[in-house]
């Protein structure tokens, strides 16, 4: 009888592990300094085997909520642990023994050199930041050695933070651990606070950057005990009632830019820190302002085929980018204070708005109407308002040069109808520069004079007998203000209207109506 064989194979397929960062935790000038006894604050270095170092990181960002080590004198955690649940982010790294192996100062005497650490919650070559807690004694947990200090057996700190590189261990060739070496500053370890201290800032007020209307907050704190007593300052003025650990800017404005720093001080400080005050690093708001129009796009009305610009400003904080649109969708590359439309078309009348953007936000324009119009053949020609006698004969000459012998060419005779009289030089083609003069022979009880200007020519056709209504418009402004100017008769099928109302005035667009 044949046996029946059952193979059963177990494929074991080993877990992808996330990639950490990976640190050498030693120093070499930074060095673990303490006081030299409970009473004598010199600081010597940690001797070897004296004590030891525990090291704490995050990814950079986190914000560290409280440190451990309080500023008045004790711990504001029980344990490790509770520090640890209250930062989030903040983590114990590992060695080969496991995470939160503290290090022995035995390297020499304020140096430690205790092996590679992985940060597990920081990505291998990643930024991660980190500080170290210190203690002298033999105990060989910082939750030992924070009863410890309690009790007054043996002396503790933690340090500043400071900001490092990282390790790719998964590298290929594999990533070097980075030395903490090269980052950490040194610490000091102490006793209780048997006399009043300052050992320095923990915590140093730092610029930022918030929007208009945000909050901005400035923090500062050391390791002092008792407590300190904080003044902030805003342009070396105190400010009234500013006299906590952080210093608040509700509702920022562009007026609250400036220097701002806290001032340290405590009459219970004895020894070398009595009557002493520290100032801390200064830190500037900078408050983004968002965008807002100064300037905004005119309505106007245009020839067909002639040019357009319409022009925008904006105020608030640069860099500040611009956008077209018309009729809501954007113009390919209308990016600046001024959008030009050539040979604009009846197609290209509508509404114009310009968006300006910056990092604090964005704002639209009212809307800018443009018209576009059919054309009217018209020219600017010198418009001679001349002044004498009634029914006096006035000789009119120009130069086209003034000189101490101007060369003055009569080119026209007029007798007056009226005491003033317009006369219009519609010579073809005009130089770039004509003067003129009026003169007349007989003694007037009315000296002759003339006064220049320029006044548009408009060229009317049609039938003889017909009529033709003149209707003139700002080129600026509201689309549809249409003015009656003049209602005219033709003498002949093509002729000449000029509006001599038009010097002095706004620019002006015409559009002739035949009346029925």
Not at 166 to 178: D, F, I, L, Q
Not at 202 to 215: D, E, Y
Not at 494 to 508: E, K, M, T
């Amino acid at each position: 009888m044949k046996k029946a064989l059952t193979l059963i194979v177990l494929i074991v397929t080993p877990a992808m592990a996330f990639a950490q960062g990976t640190v050498t935790l030693a120093n070499q000038t930074g060095l673990v300094r303490m006081w030299t006894s409970p009473s004598d604050p010199t600081l010597i270095n940690v001797p070897k085997g004296g004590g030891y170092v525990e090291l704490i990181a995050a990814p950079v960002g986190p914000a560290l909520v409280n440190p451990l080590f309080s500023v008045t004198g004790g711990f504001n955690y029980s344990s490790v642990a509770g520090f640890l649940a209250a930062n989030p982010g903040w983590a114990l790294p590992s060695n080969a023994s496991g995470p939160g192996t503290p290090g022995l100062i035995g390297a020499a005497a304020g140096i430690f050199n205790d092996g590679v650490y992985t940060i597990q919650n920081v990505a291998s070559g990643a930024y991660a930041e980190y500080f170290l807690i210190g203690w002298t004694g033999s105990a060989t947990t910082a939750d030992a050695a924070m009863a410890g200090w309690s009790a007054g057996q043996n002396q503790f700190c933690e340090s500043a933070i400071f900001t490092t590189l990282t390790g790719n261990p998964e590298s290929t060739p594999a990533g070097v651990p980075v030395n903490l070496k090269s980052t950490f500053g040194g610490m000091s370890i102490g006793p209780l606070c048997l006399d009043g201290y300052f050992w320095g800032f923990t915590i140093q007020p730092t610029s930022q950057t918030v929007l208009q209307g945000a909050t901005a907050t400035f923090y500062a704190g050391a390791n002092a005990c008792p407590a300190p007593n904080y003044q902030w300052y805003f342009n070396g003025v105190s400010i009234p009632g500013a006299w906590g650990s952080s210093f608040q800017i509700p509702n920022a404005q562009l007026t609250n830019a400036g220097t701002y720093w806290a001032v340290l001080s405590n009459a219970a400080w004895s020894g070398p820190f009595s009557g002493t005050v520290y100032v801390s690093a200064s830190a500037t708001p900078t408050v983004l302002e968002p965008p807002y129009i100064t300037q905004p796009p005119q309505d106007q009305t245009a020839y067909a085929t002639s040019t357009v610009h319409f022009r925008a400003n904006a105020g608030g904080s640069p860099p500040l980018a611009y956008q077209w649109l018309f009729n809501g969708s954007a113009i390919s590359g209308a990016g600046s204070t001024e959008l030009q439309l050539t040979n604009v078309s009846a197609t290209q009348a509508g509404a114009y708005t310009v968006v300006v953007t910056n990092v604090a936000g964005a704002v639209t324009s009212a809307p800018a109407m443009l018209s576009v119009i059919p054309s009217v053949e018209q020219r600017m020609v010198p418009a001679l308002a001349l002044v004498g006698q009634q029914g006096s004969l006035l000789h009119l000459d120009d130069a086209d040069a003034l000189s101490p012998s101007p060369g003055w060419v009569t080119f026209d005779n007029v007798t007056l109808t009226n005491s003033t009289q317009w006369y219009f030089d519609v010579s073809m083609p005009m130089p770039p520069q004509r003067f003129y003069r009026a003169w007349q022979t007989d003694e007037p009880s009315v000296h002759p004079s003339l006064d220049l200007r320029m006044a548009p020519a408009l060229t009317m056709t049609g039938p003889v007998g017909g009529t033709v209504r003149v209707d003139y418009i700002n080129q600026i402004g509201p689309t549809d203000a249409w003015l009656a100017l003049d209602t005219v008769t033709l003498a002949n099928t093509a002729q000449l209207y000029f509006d001599v109302s038009a010097p002095g005035q706004p620019p002006r667009l015409y559009r002739l109506v035949q009346v029925p």
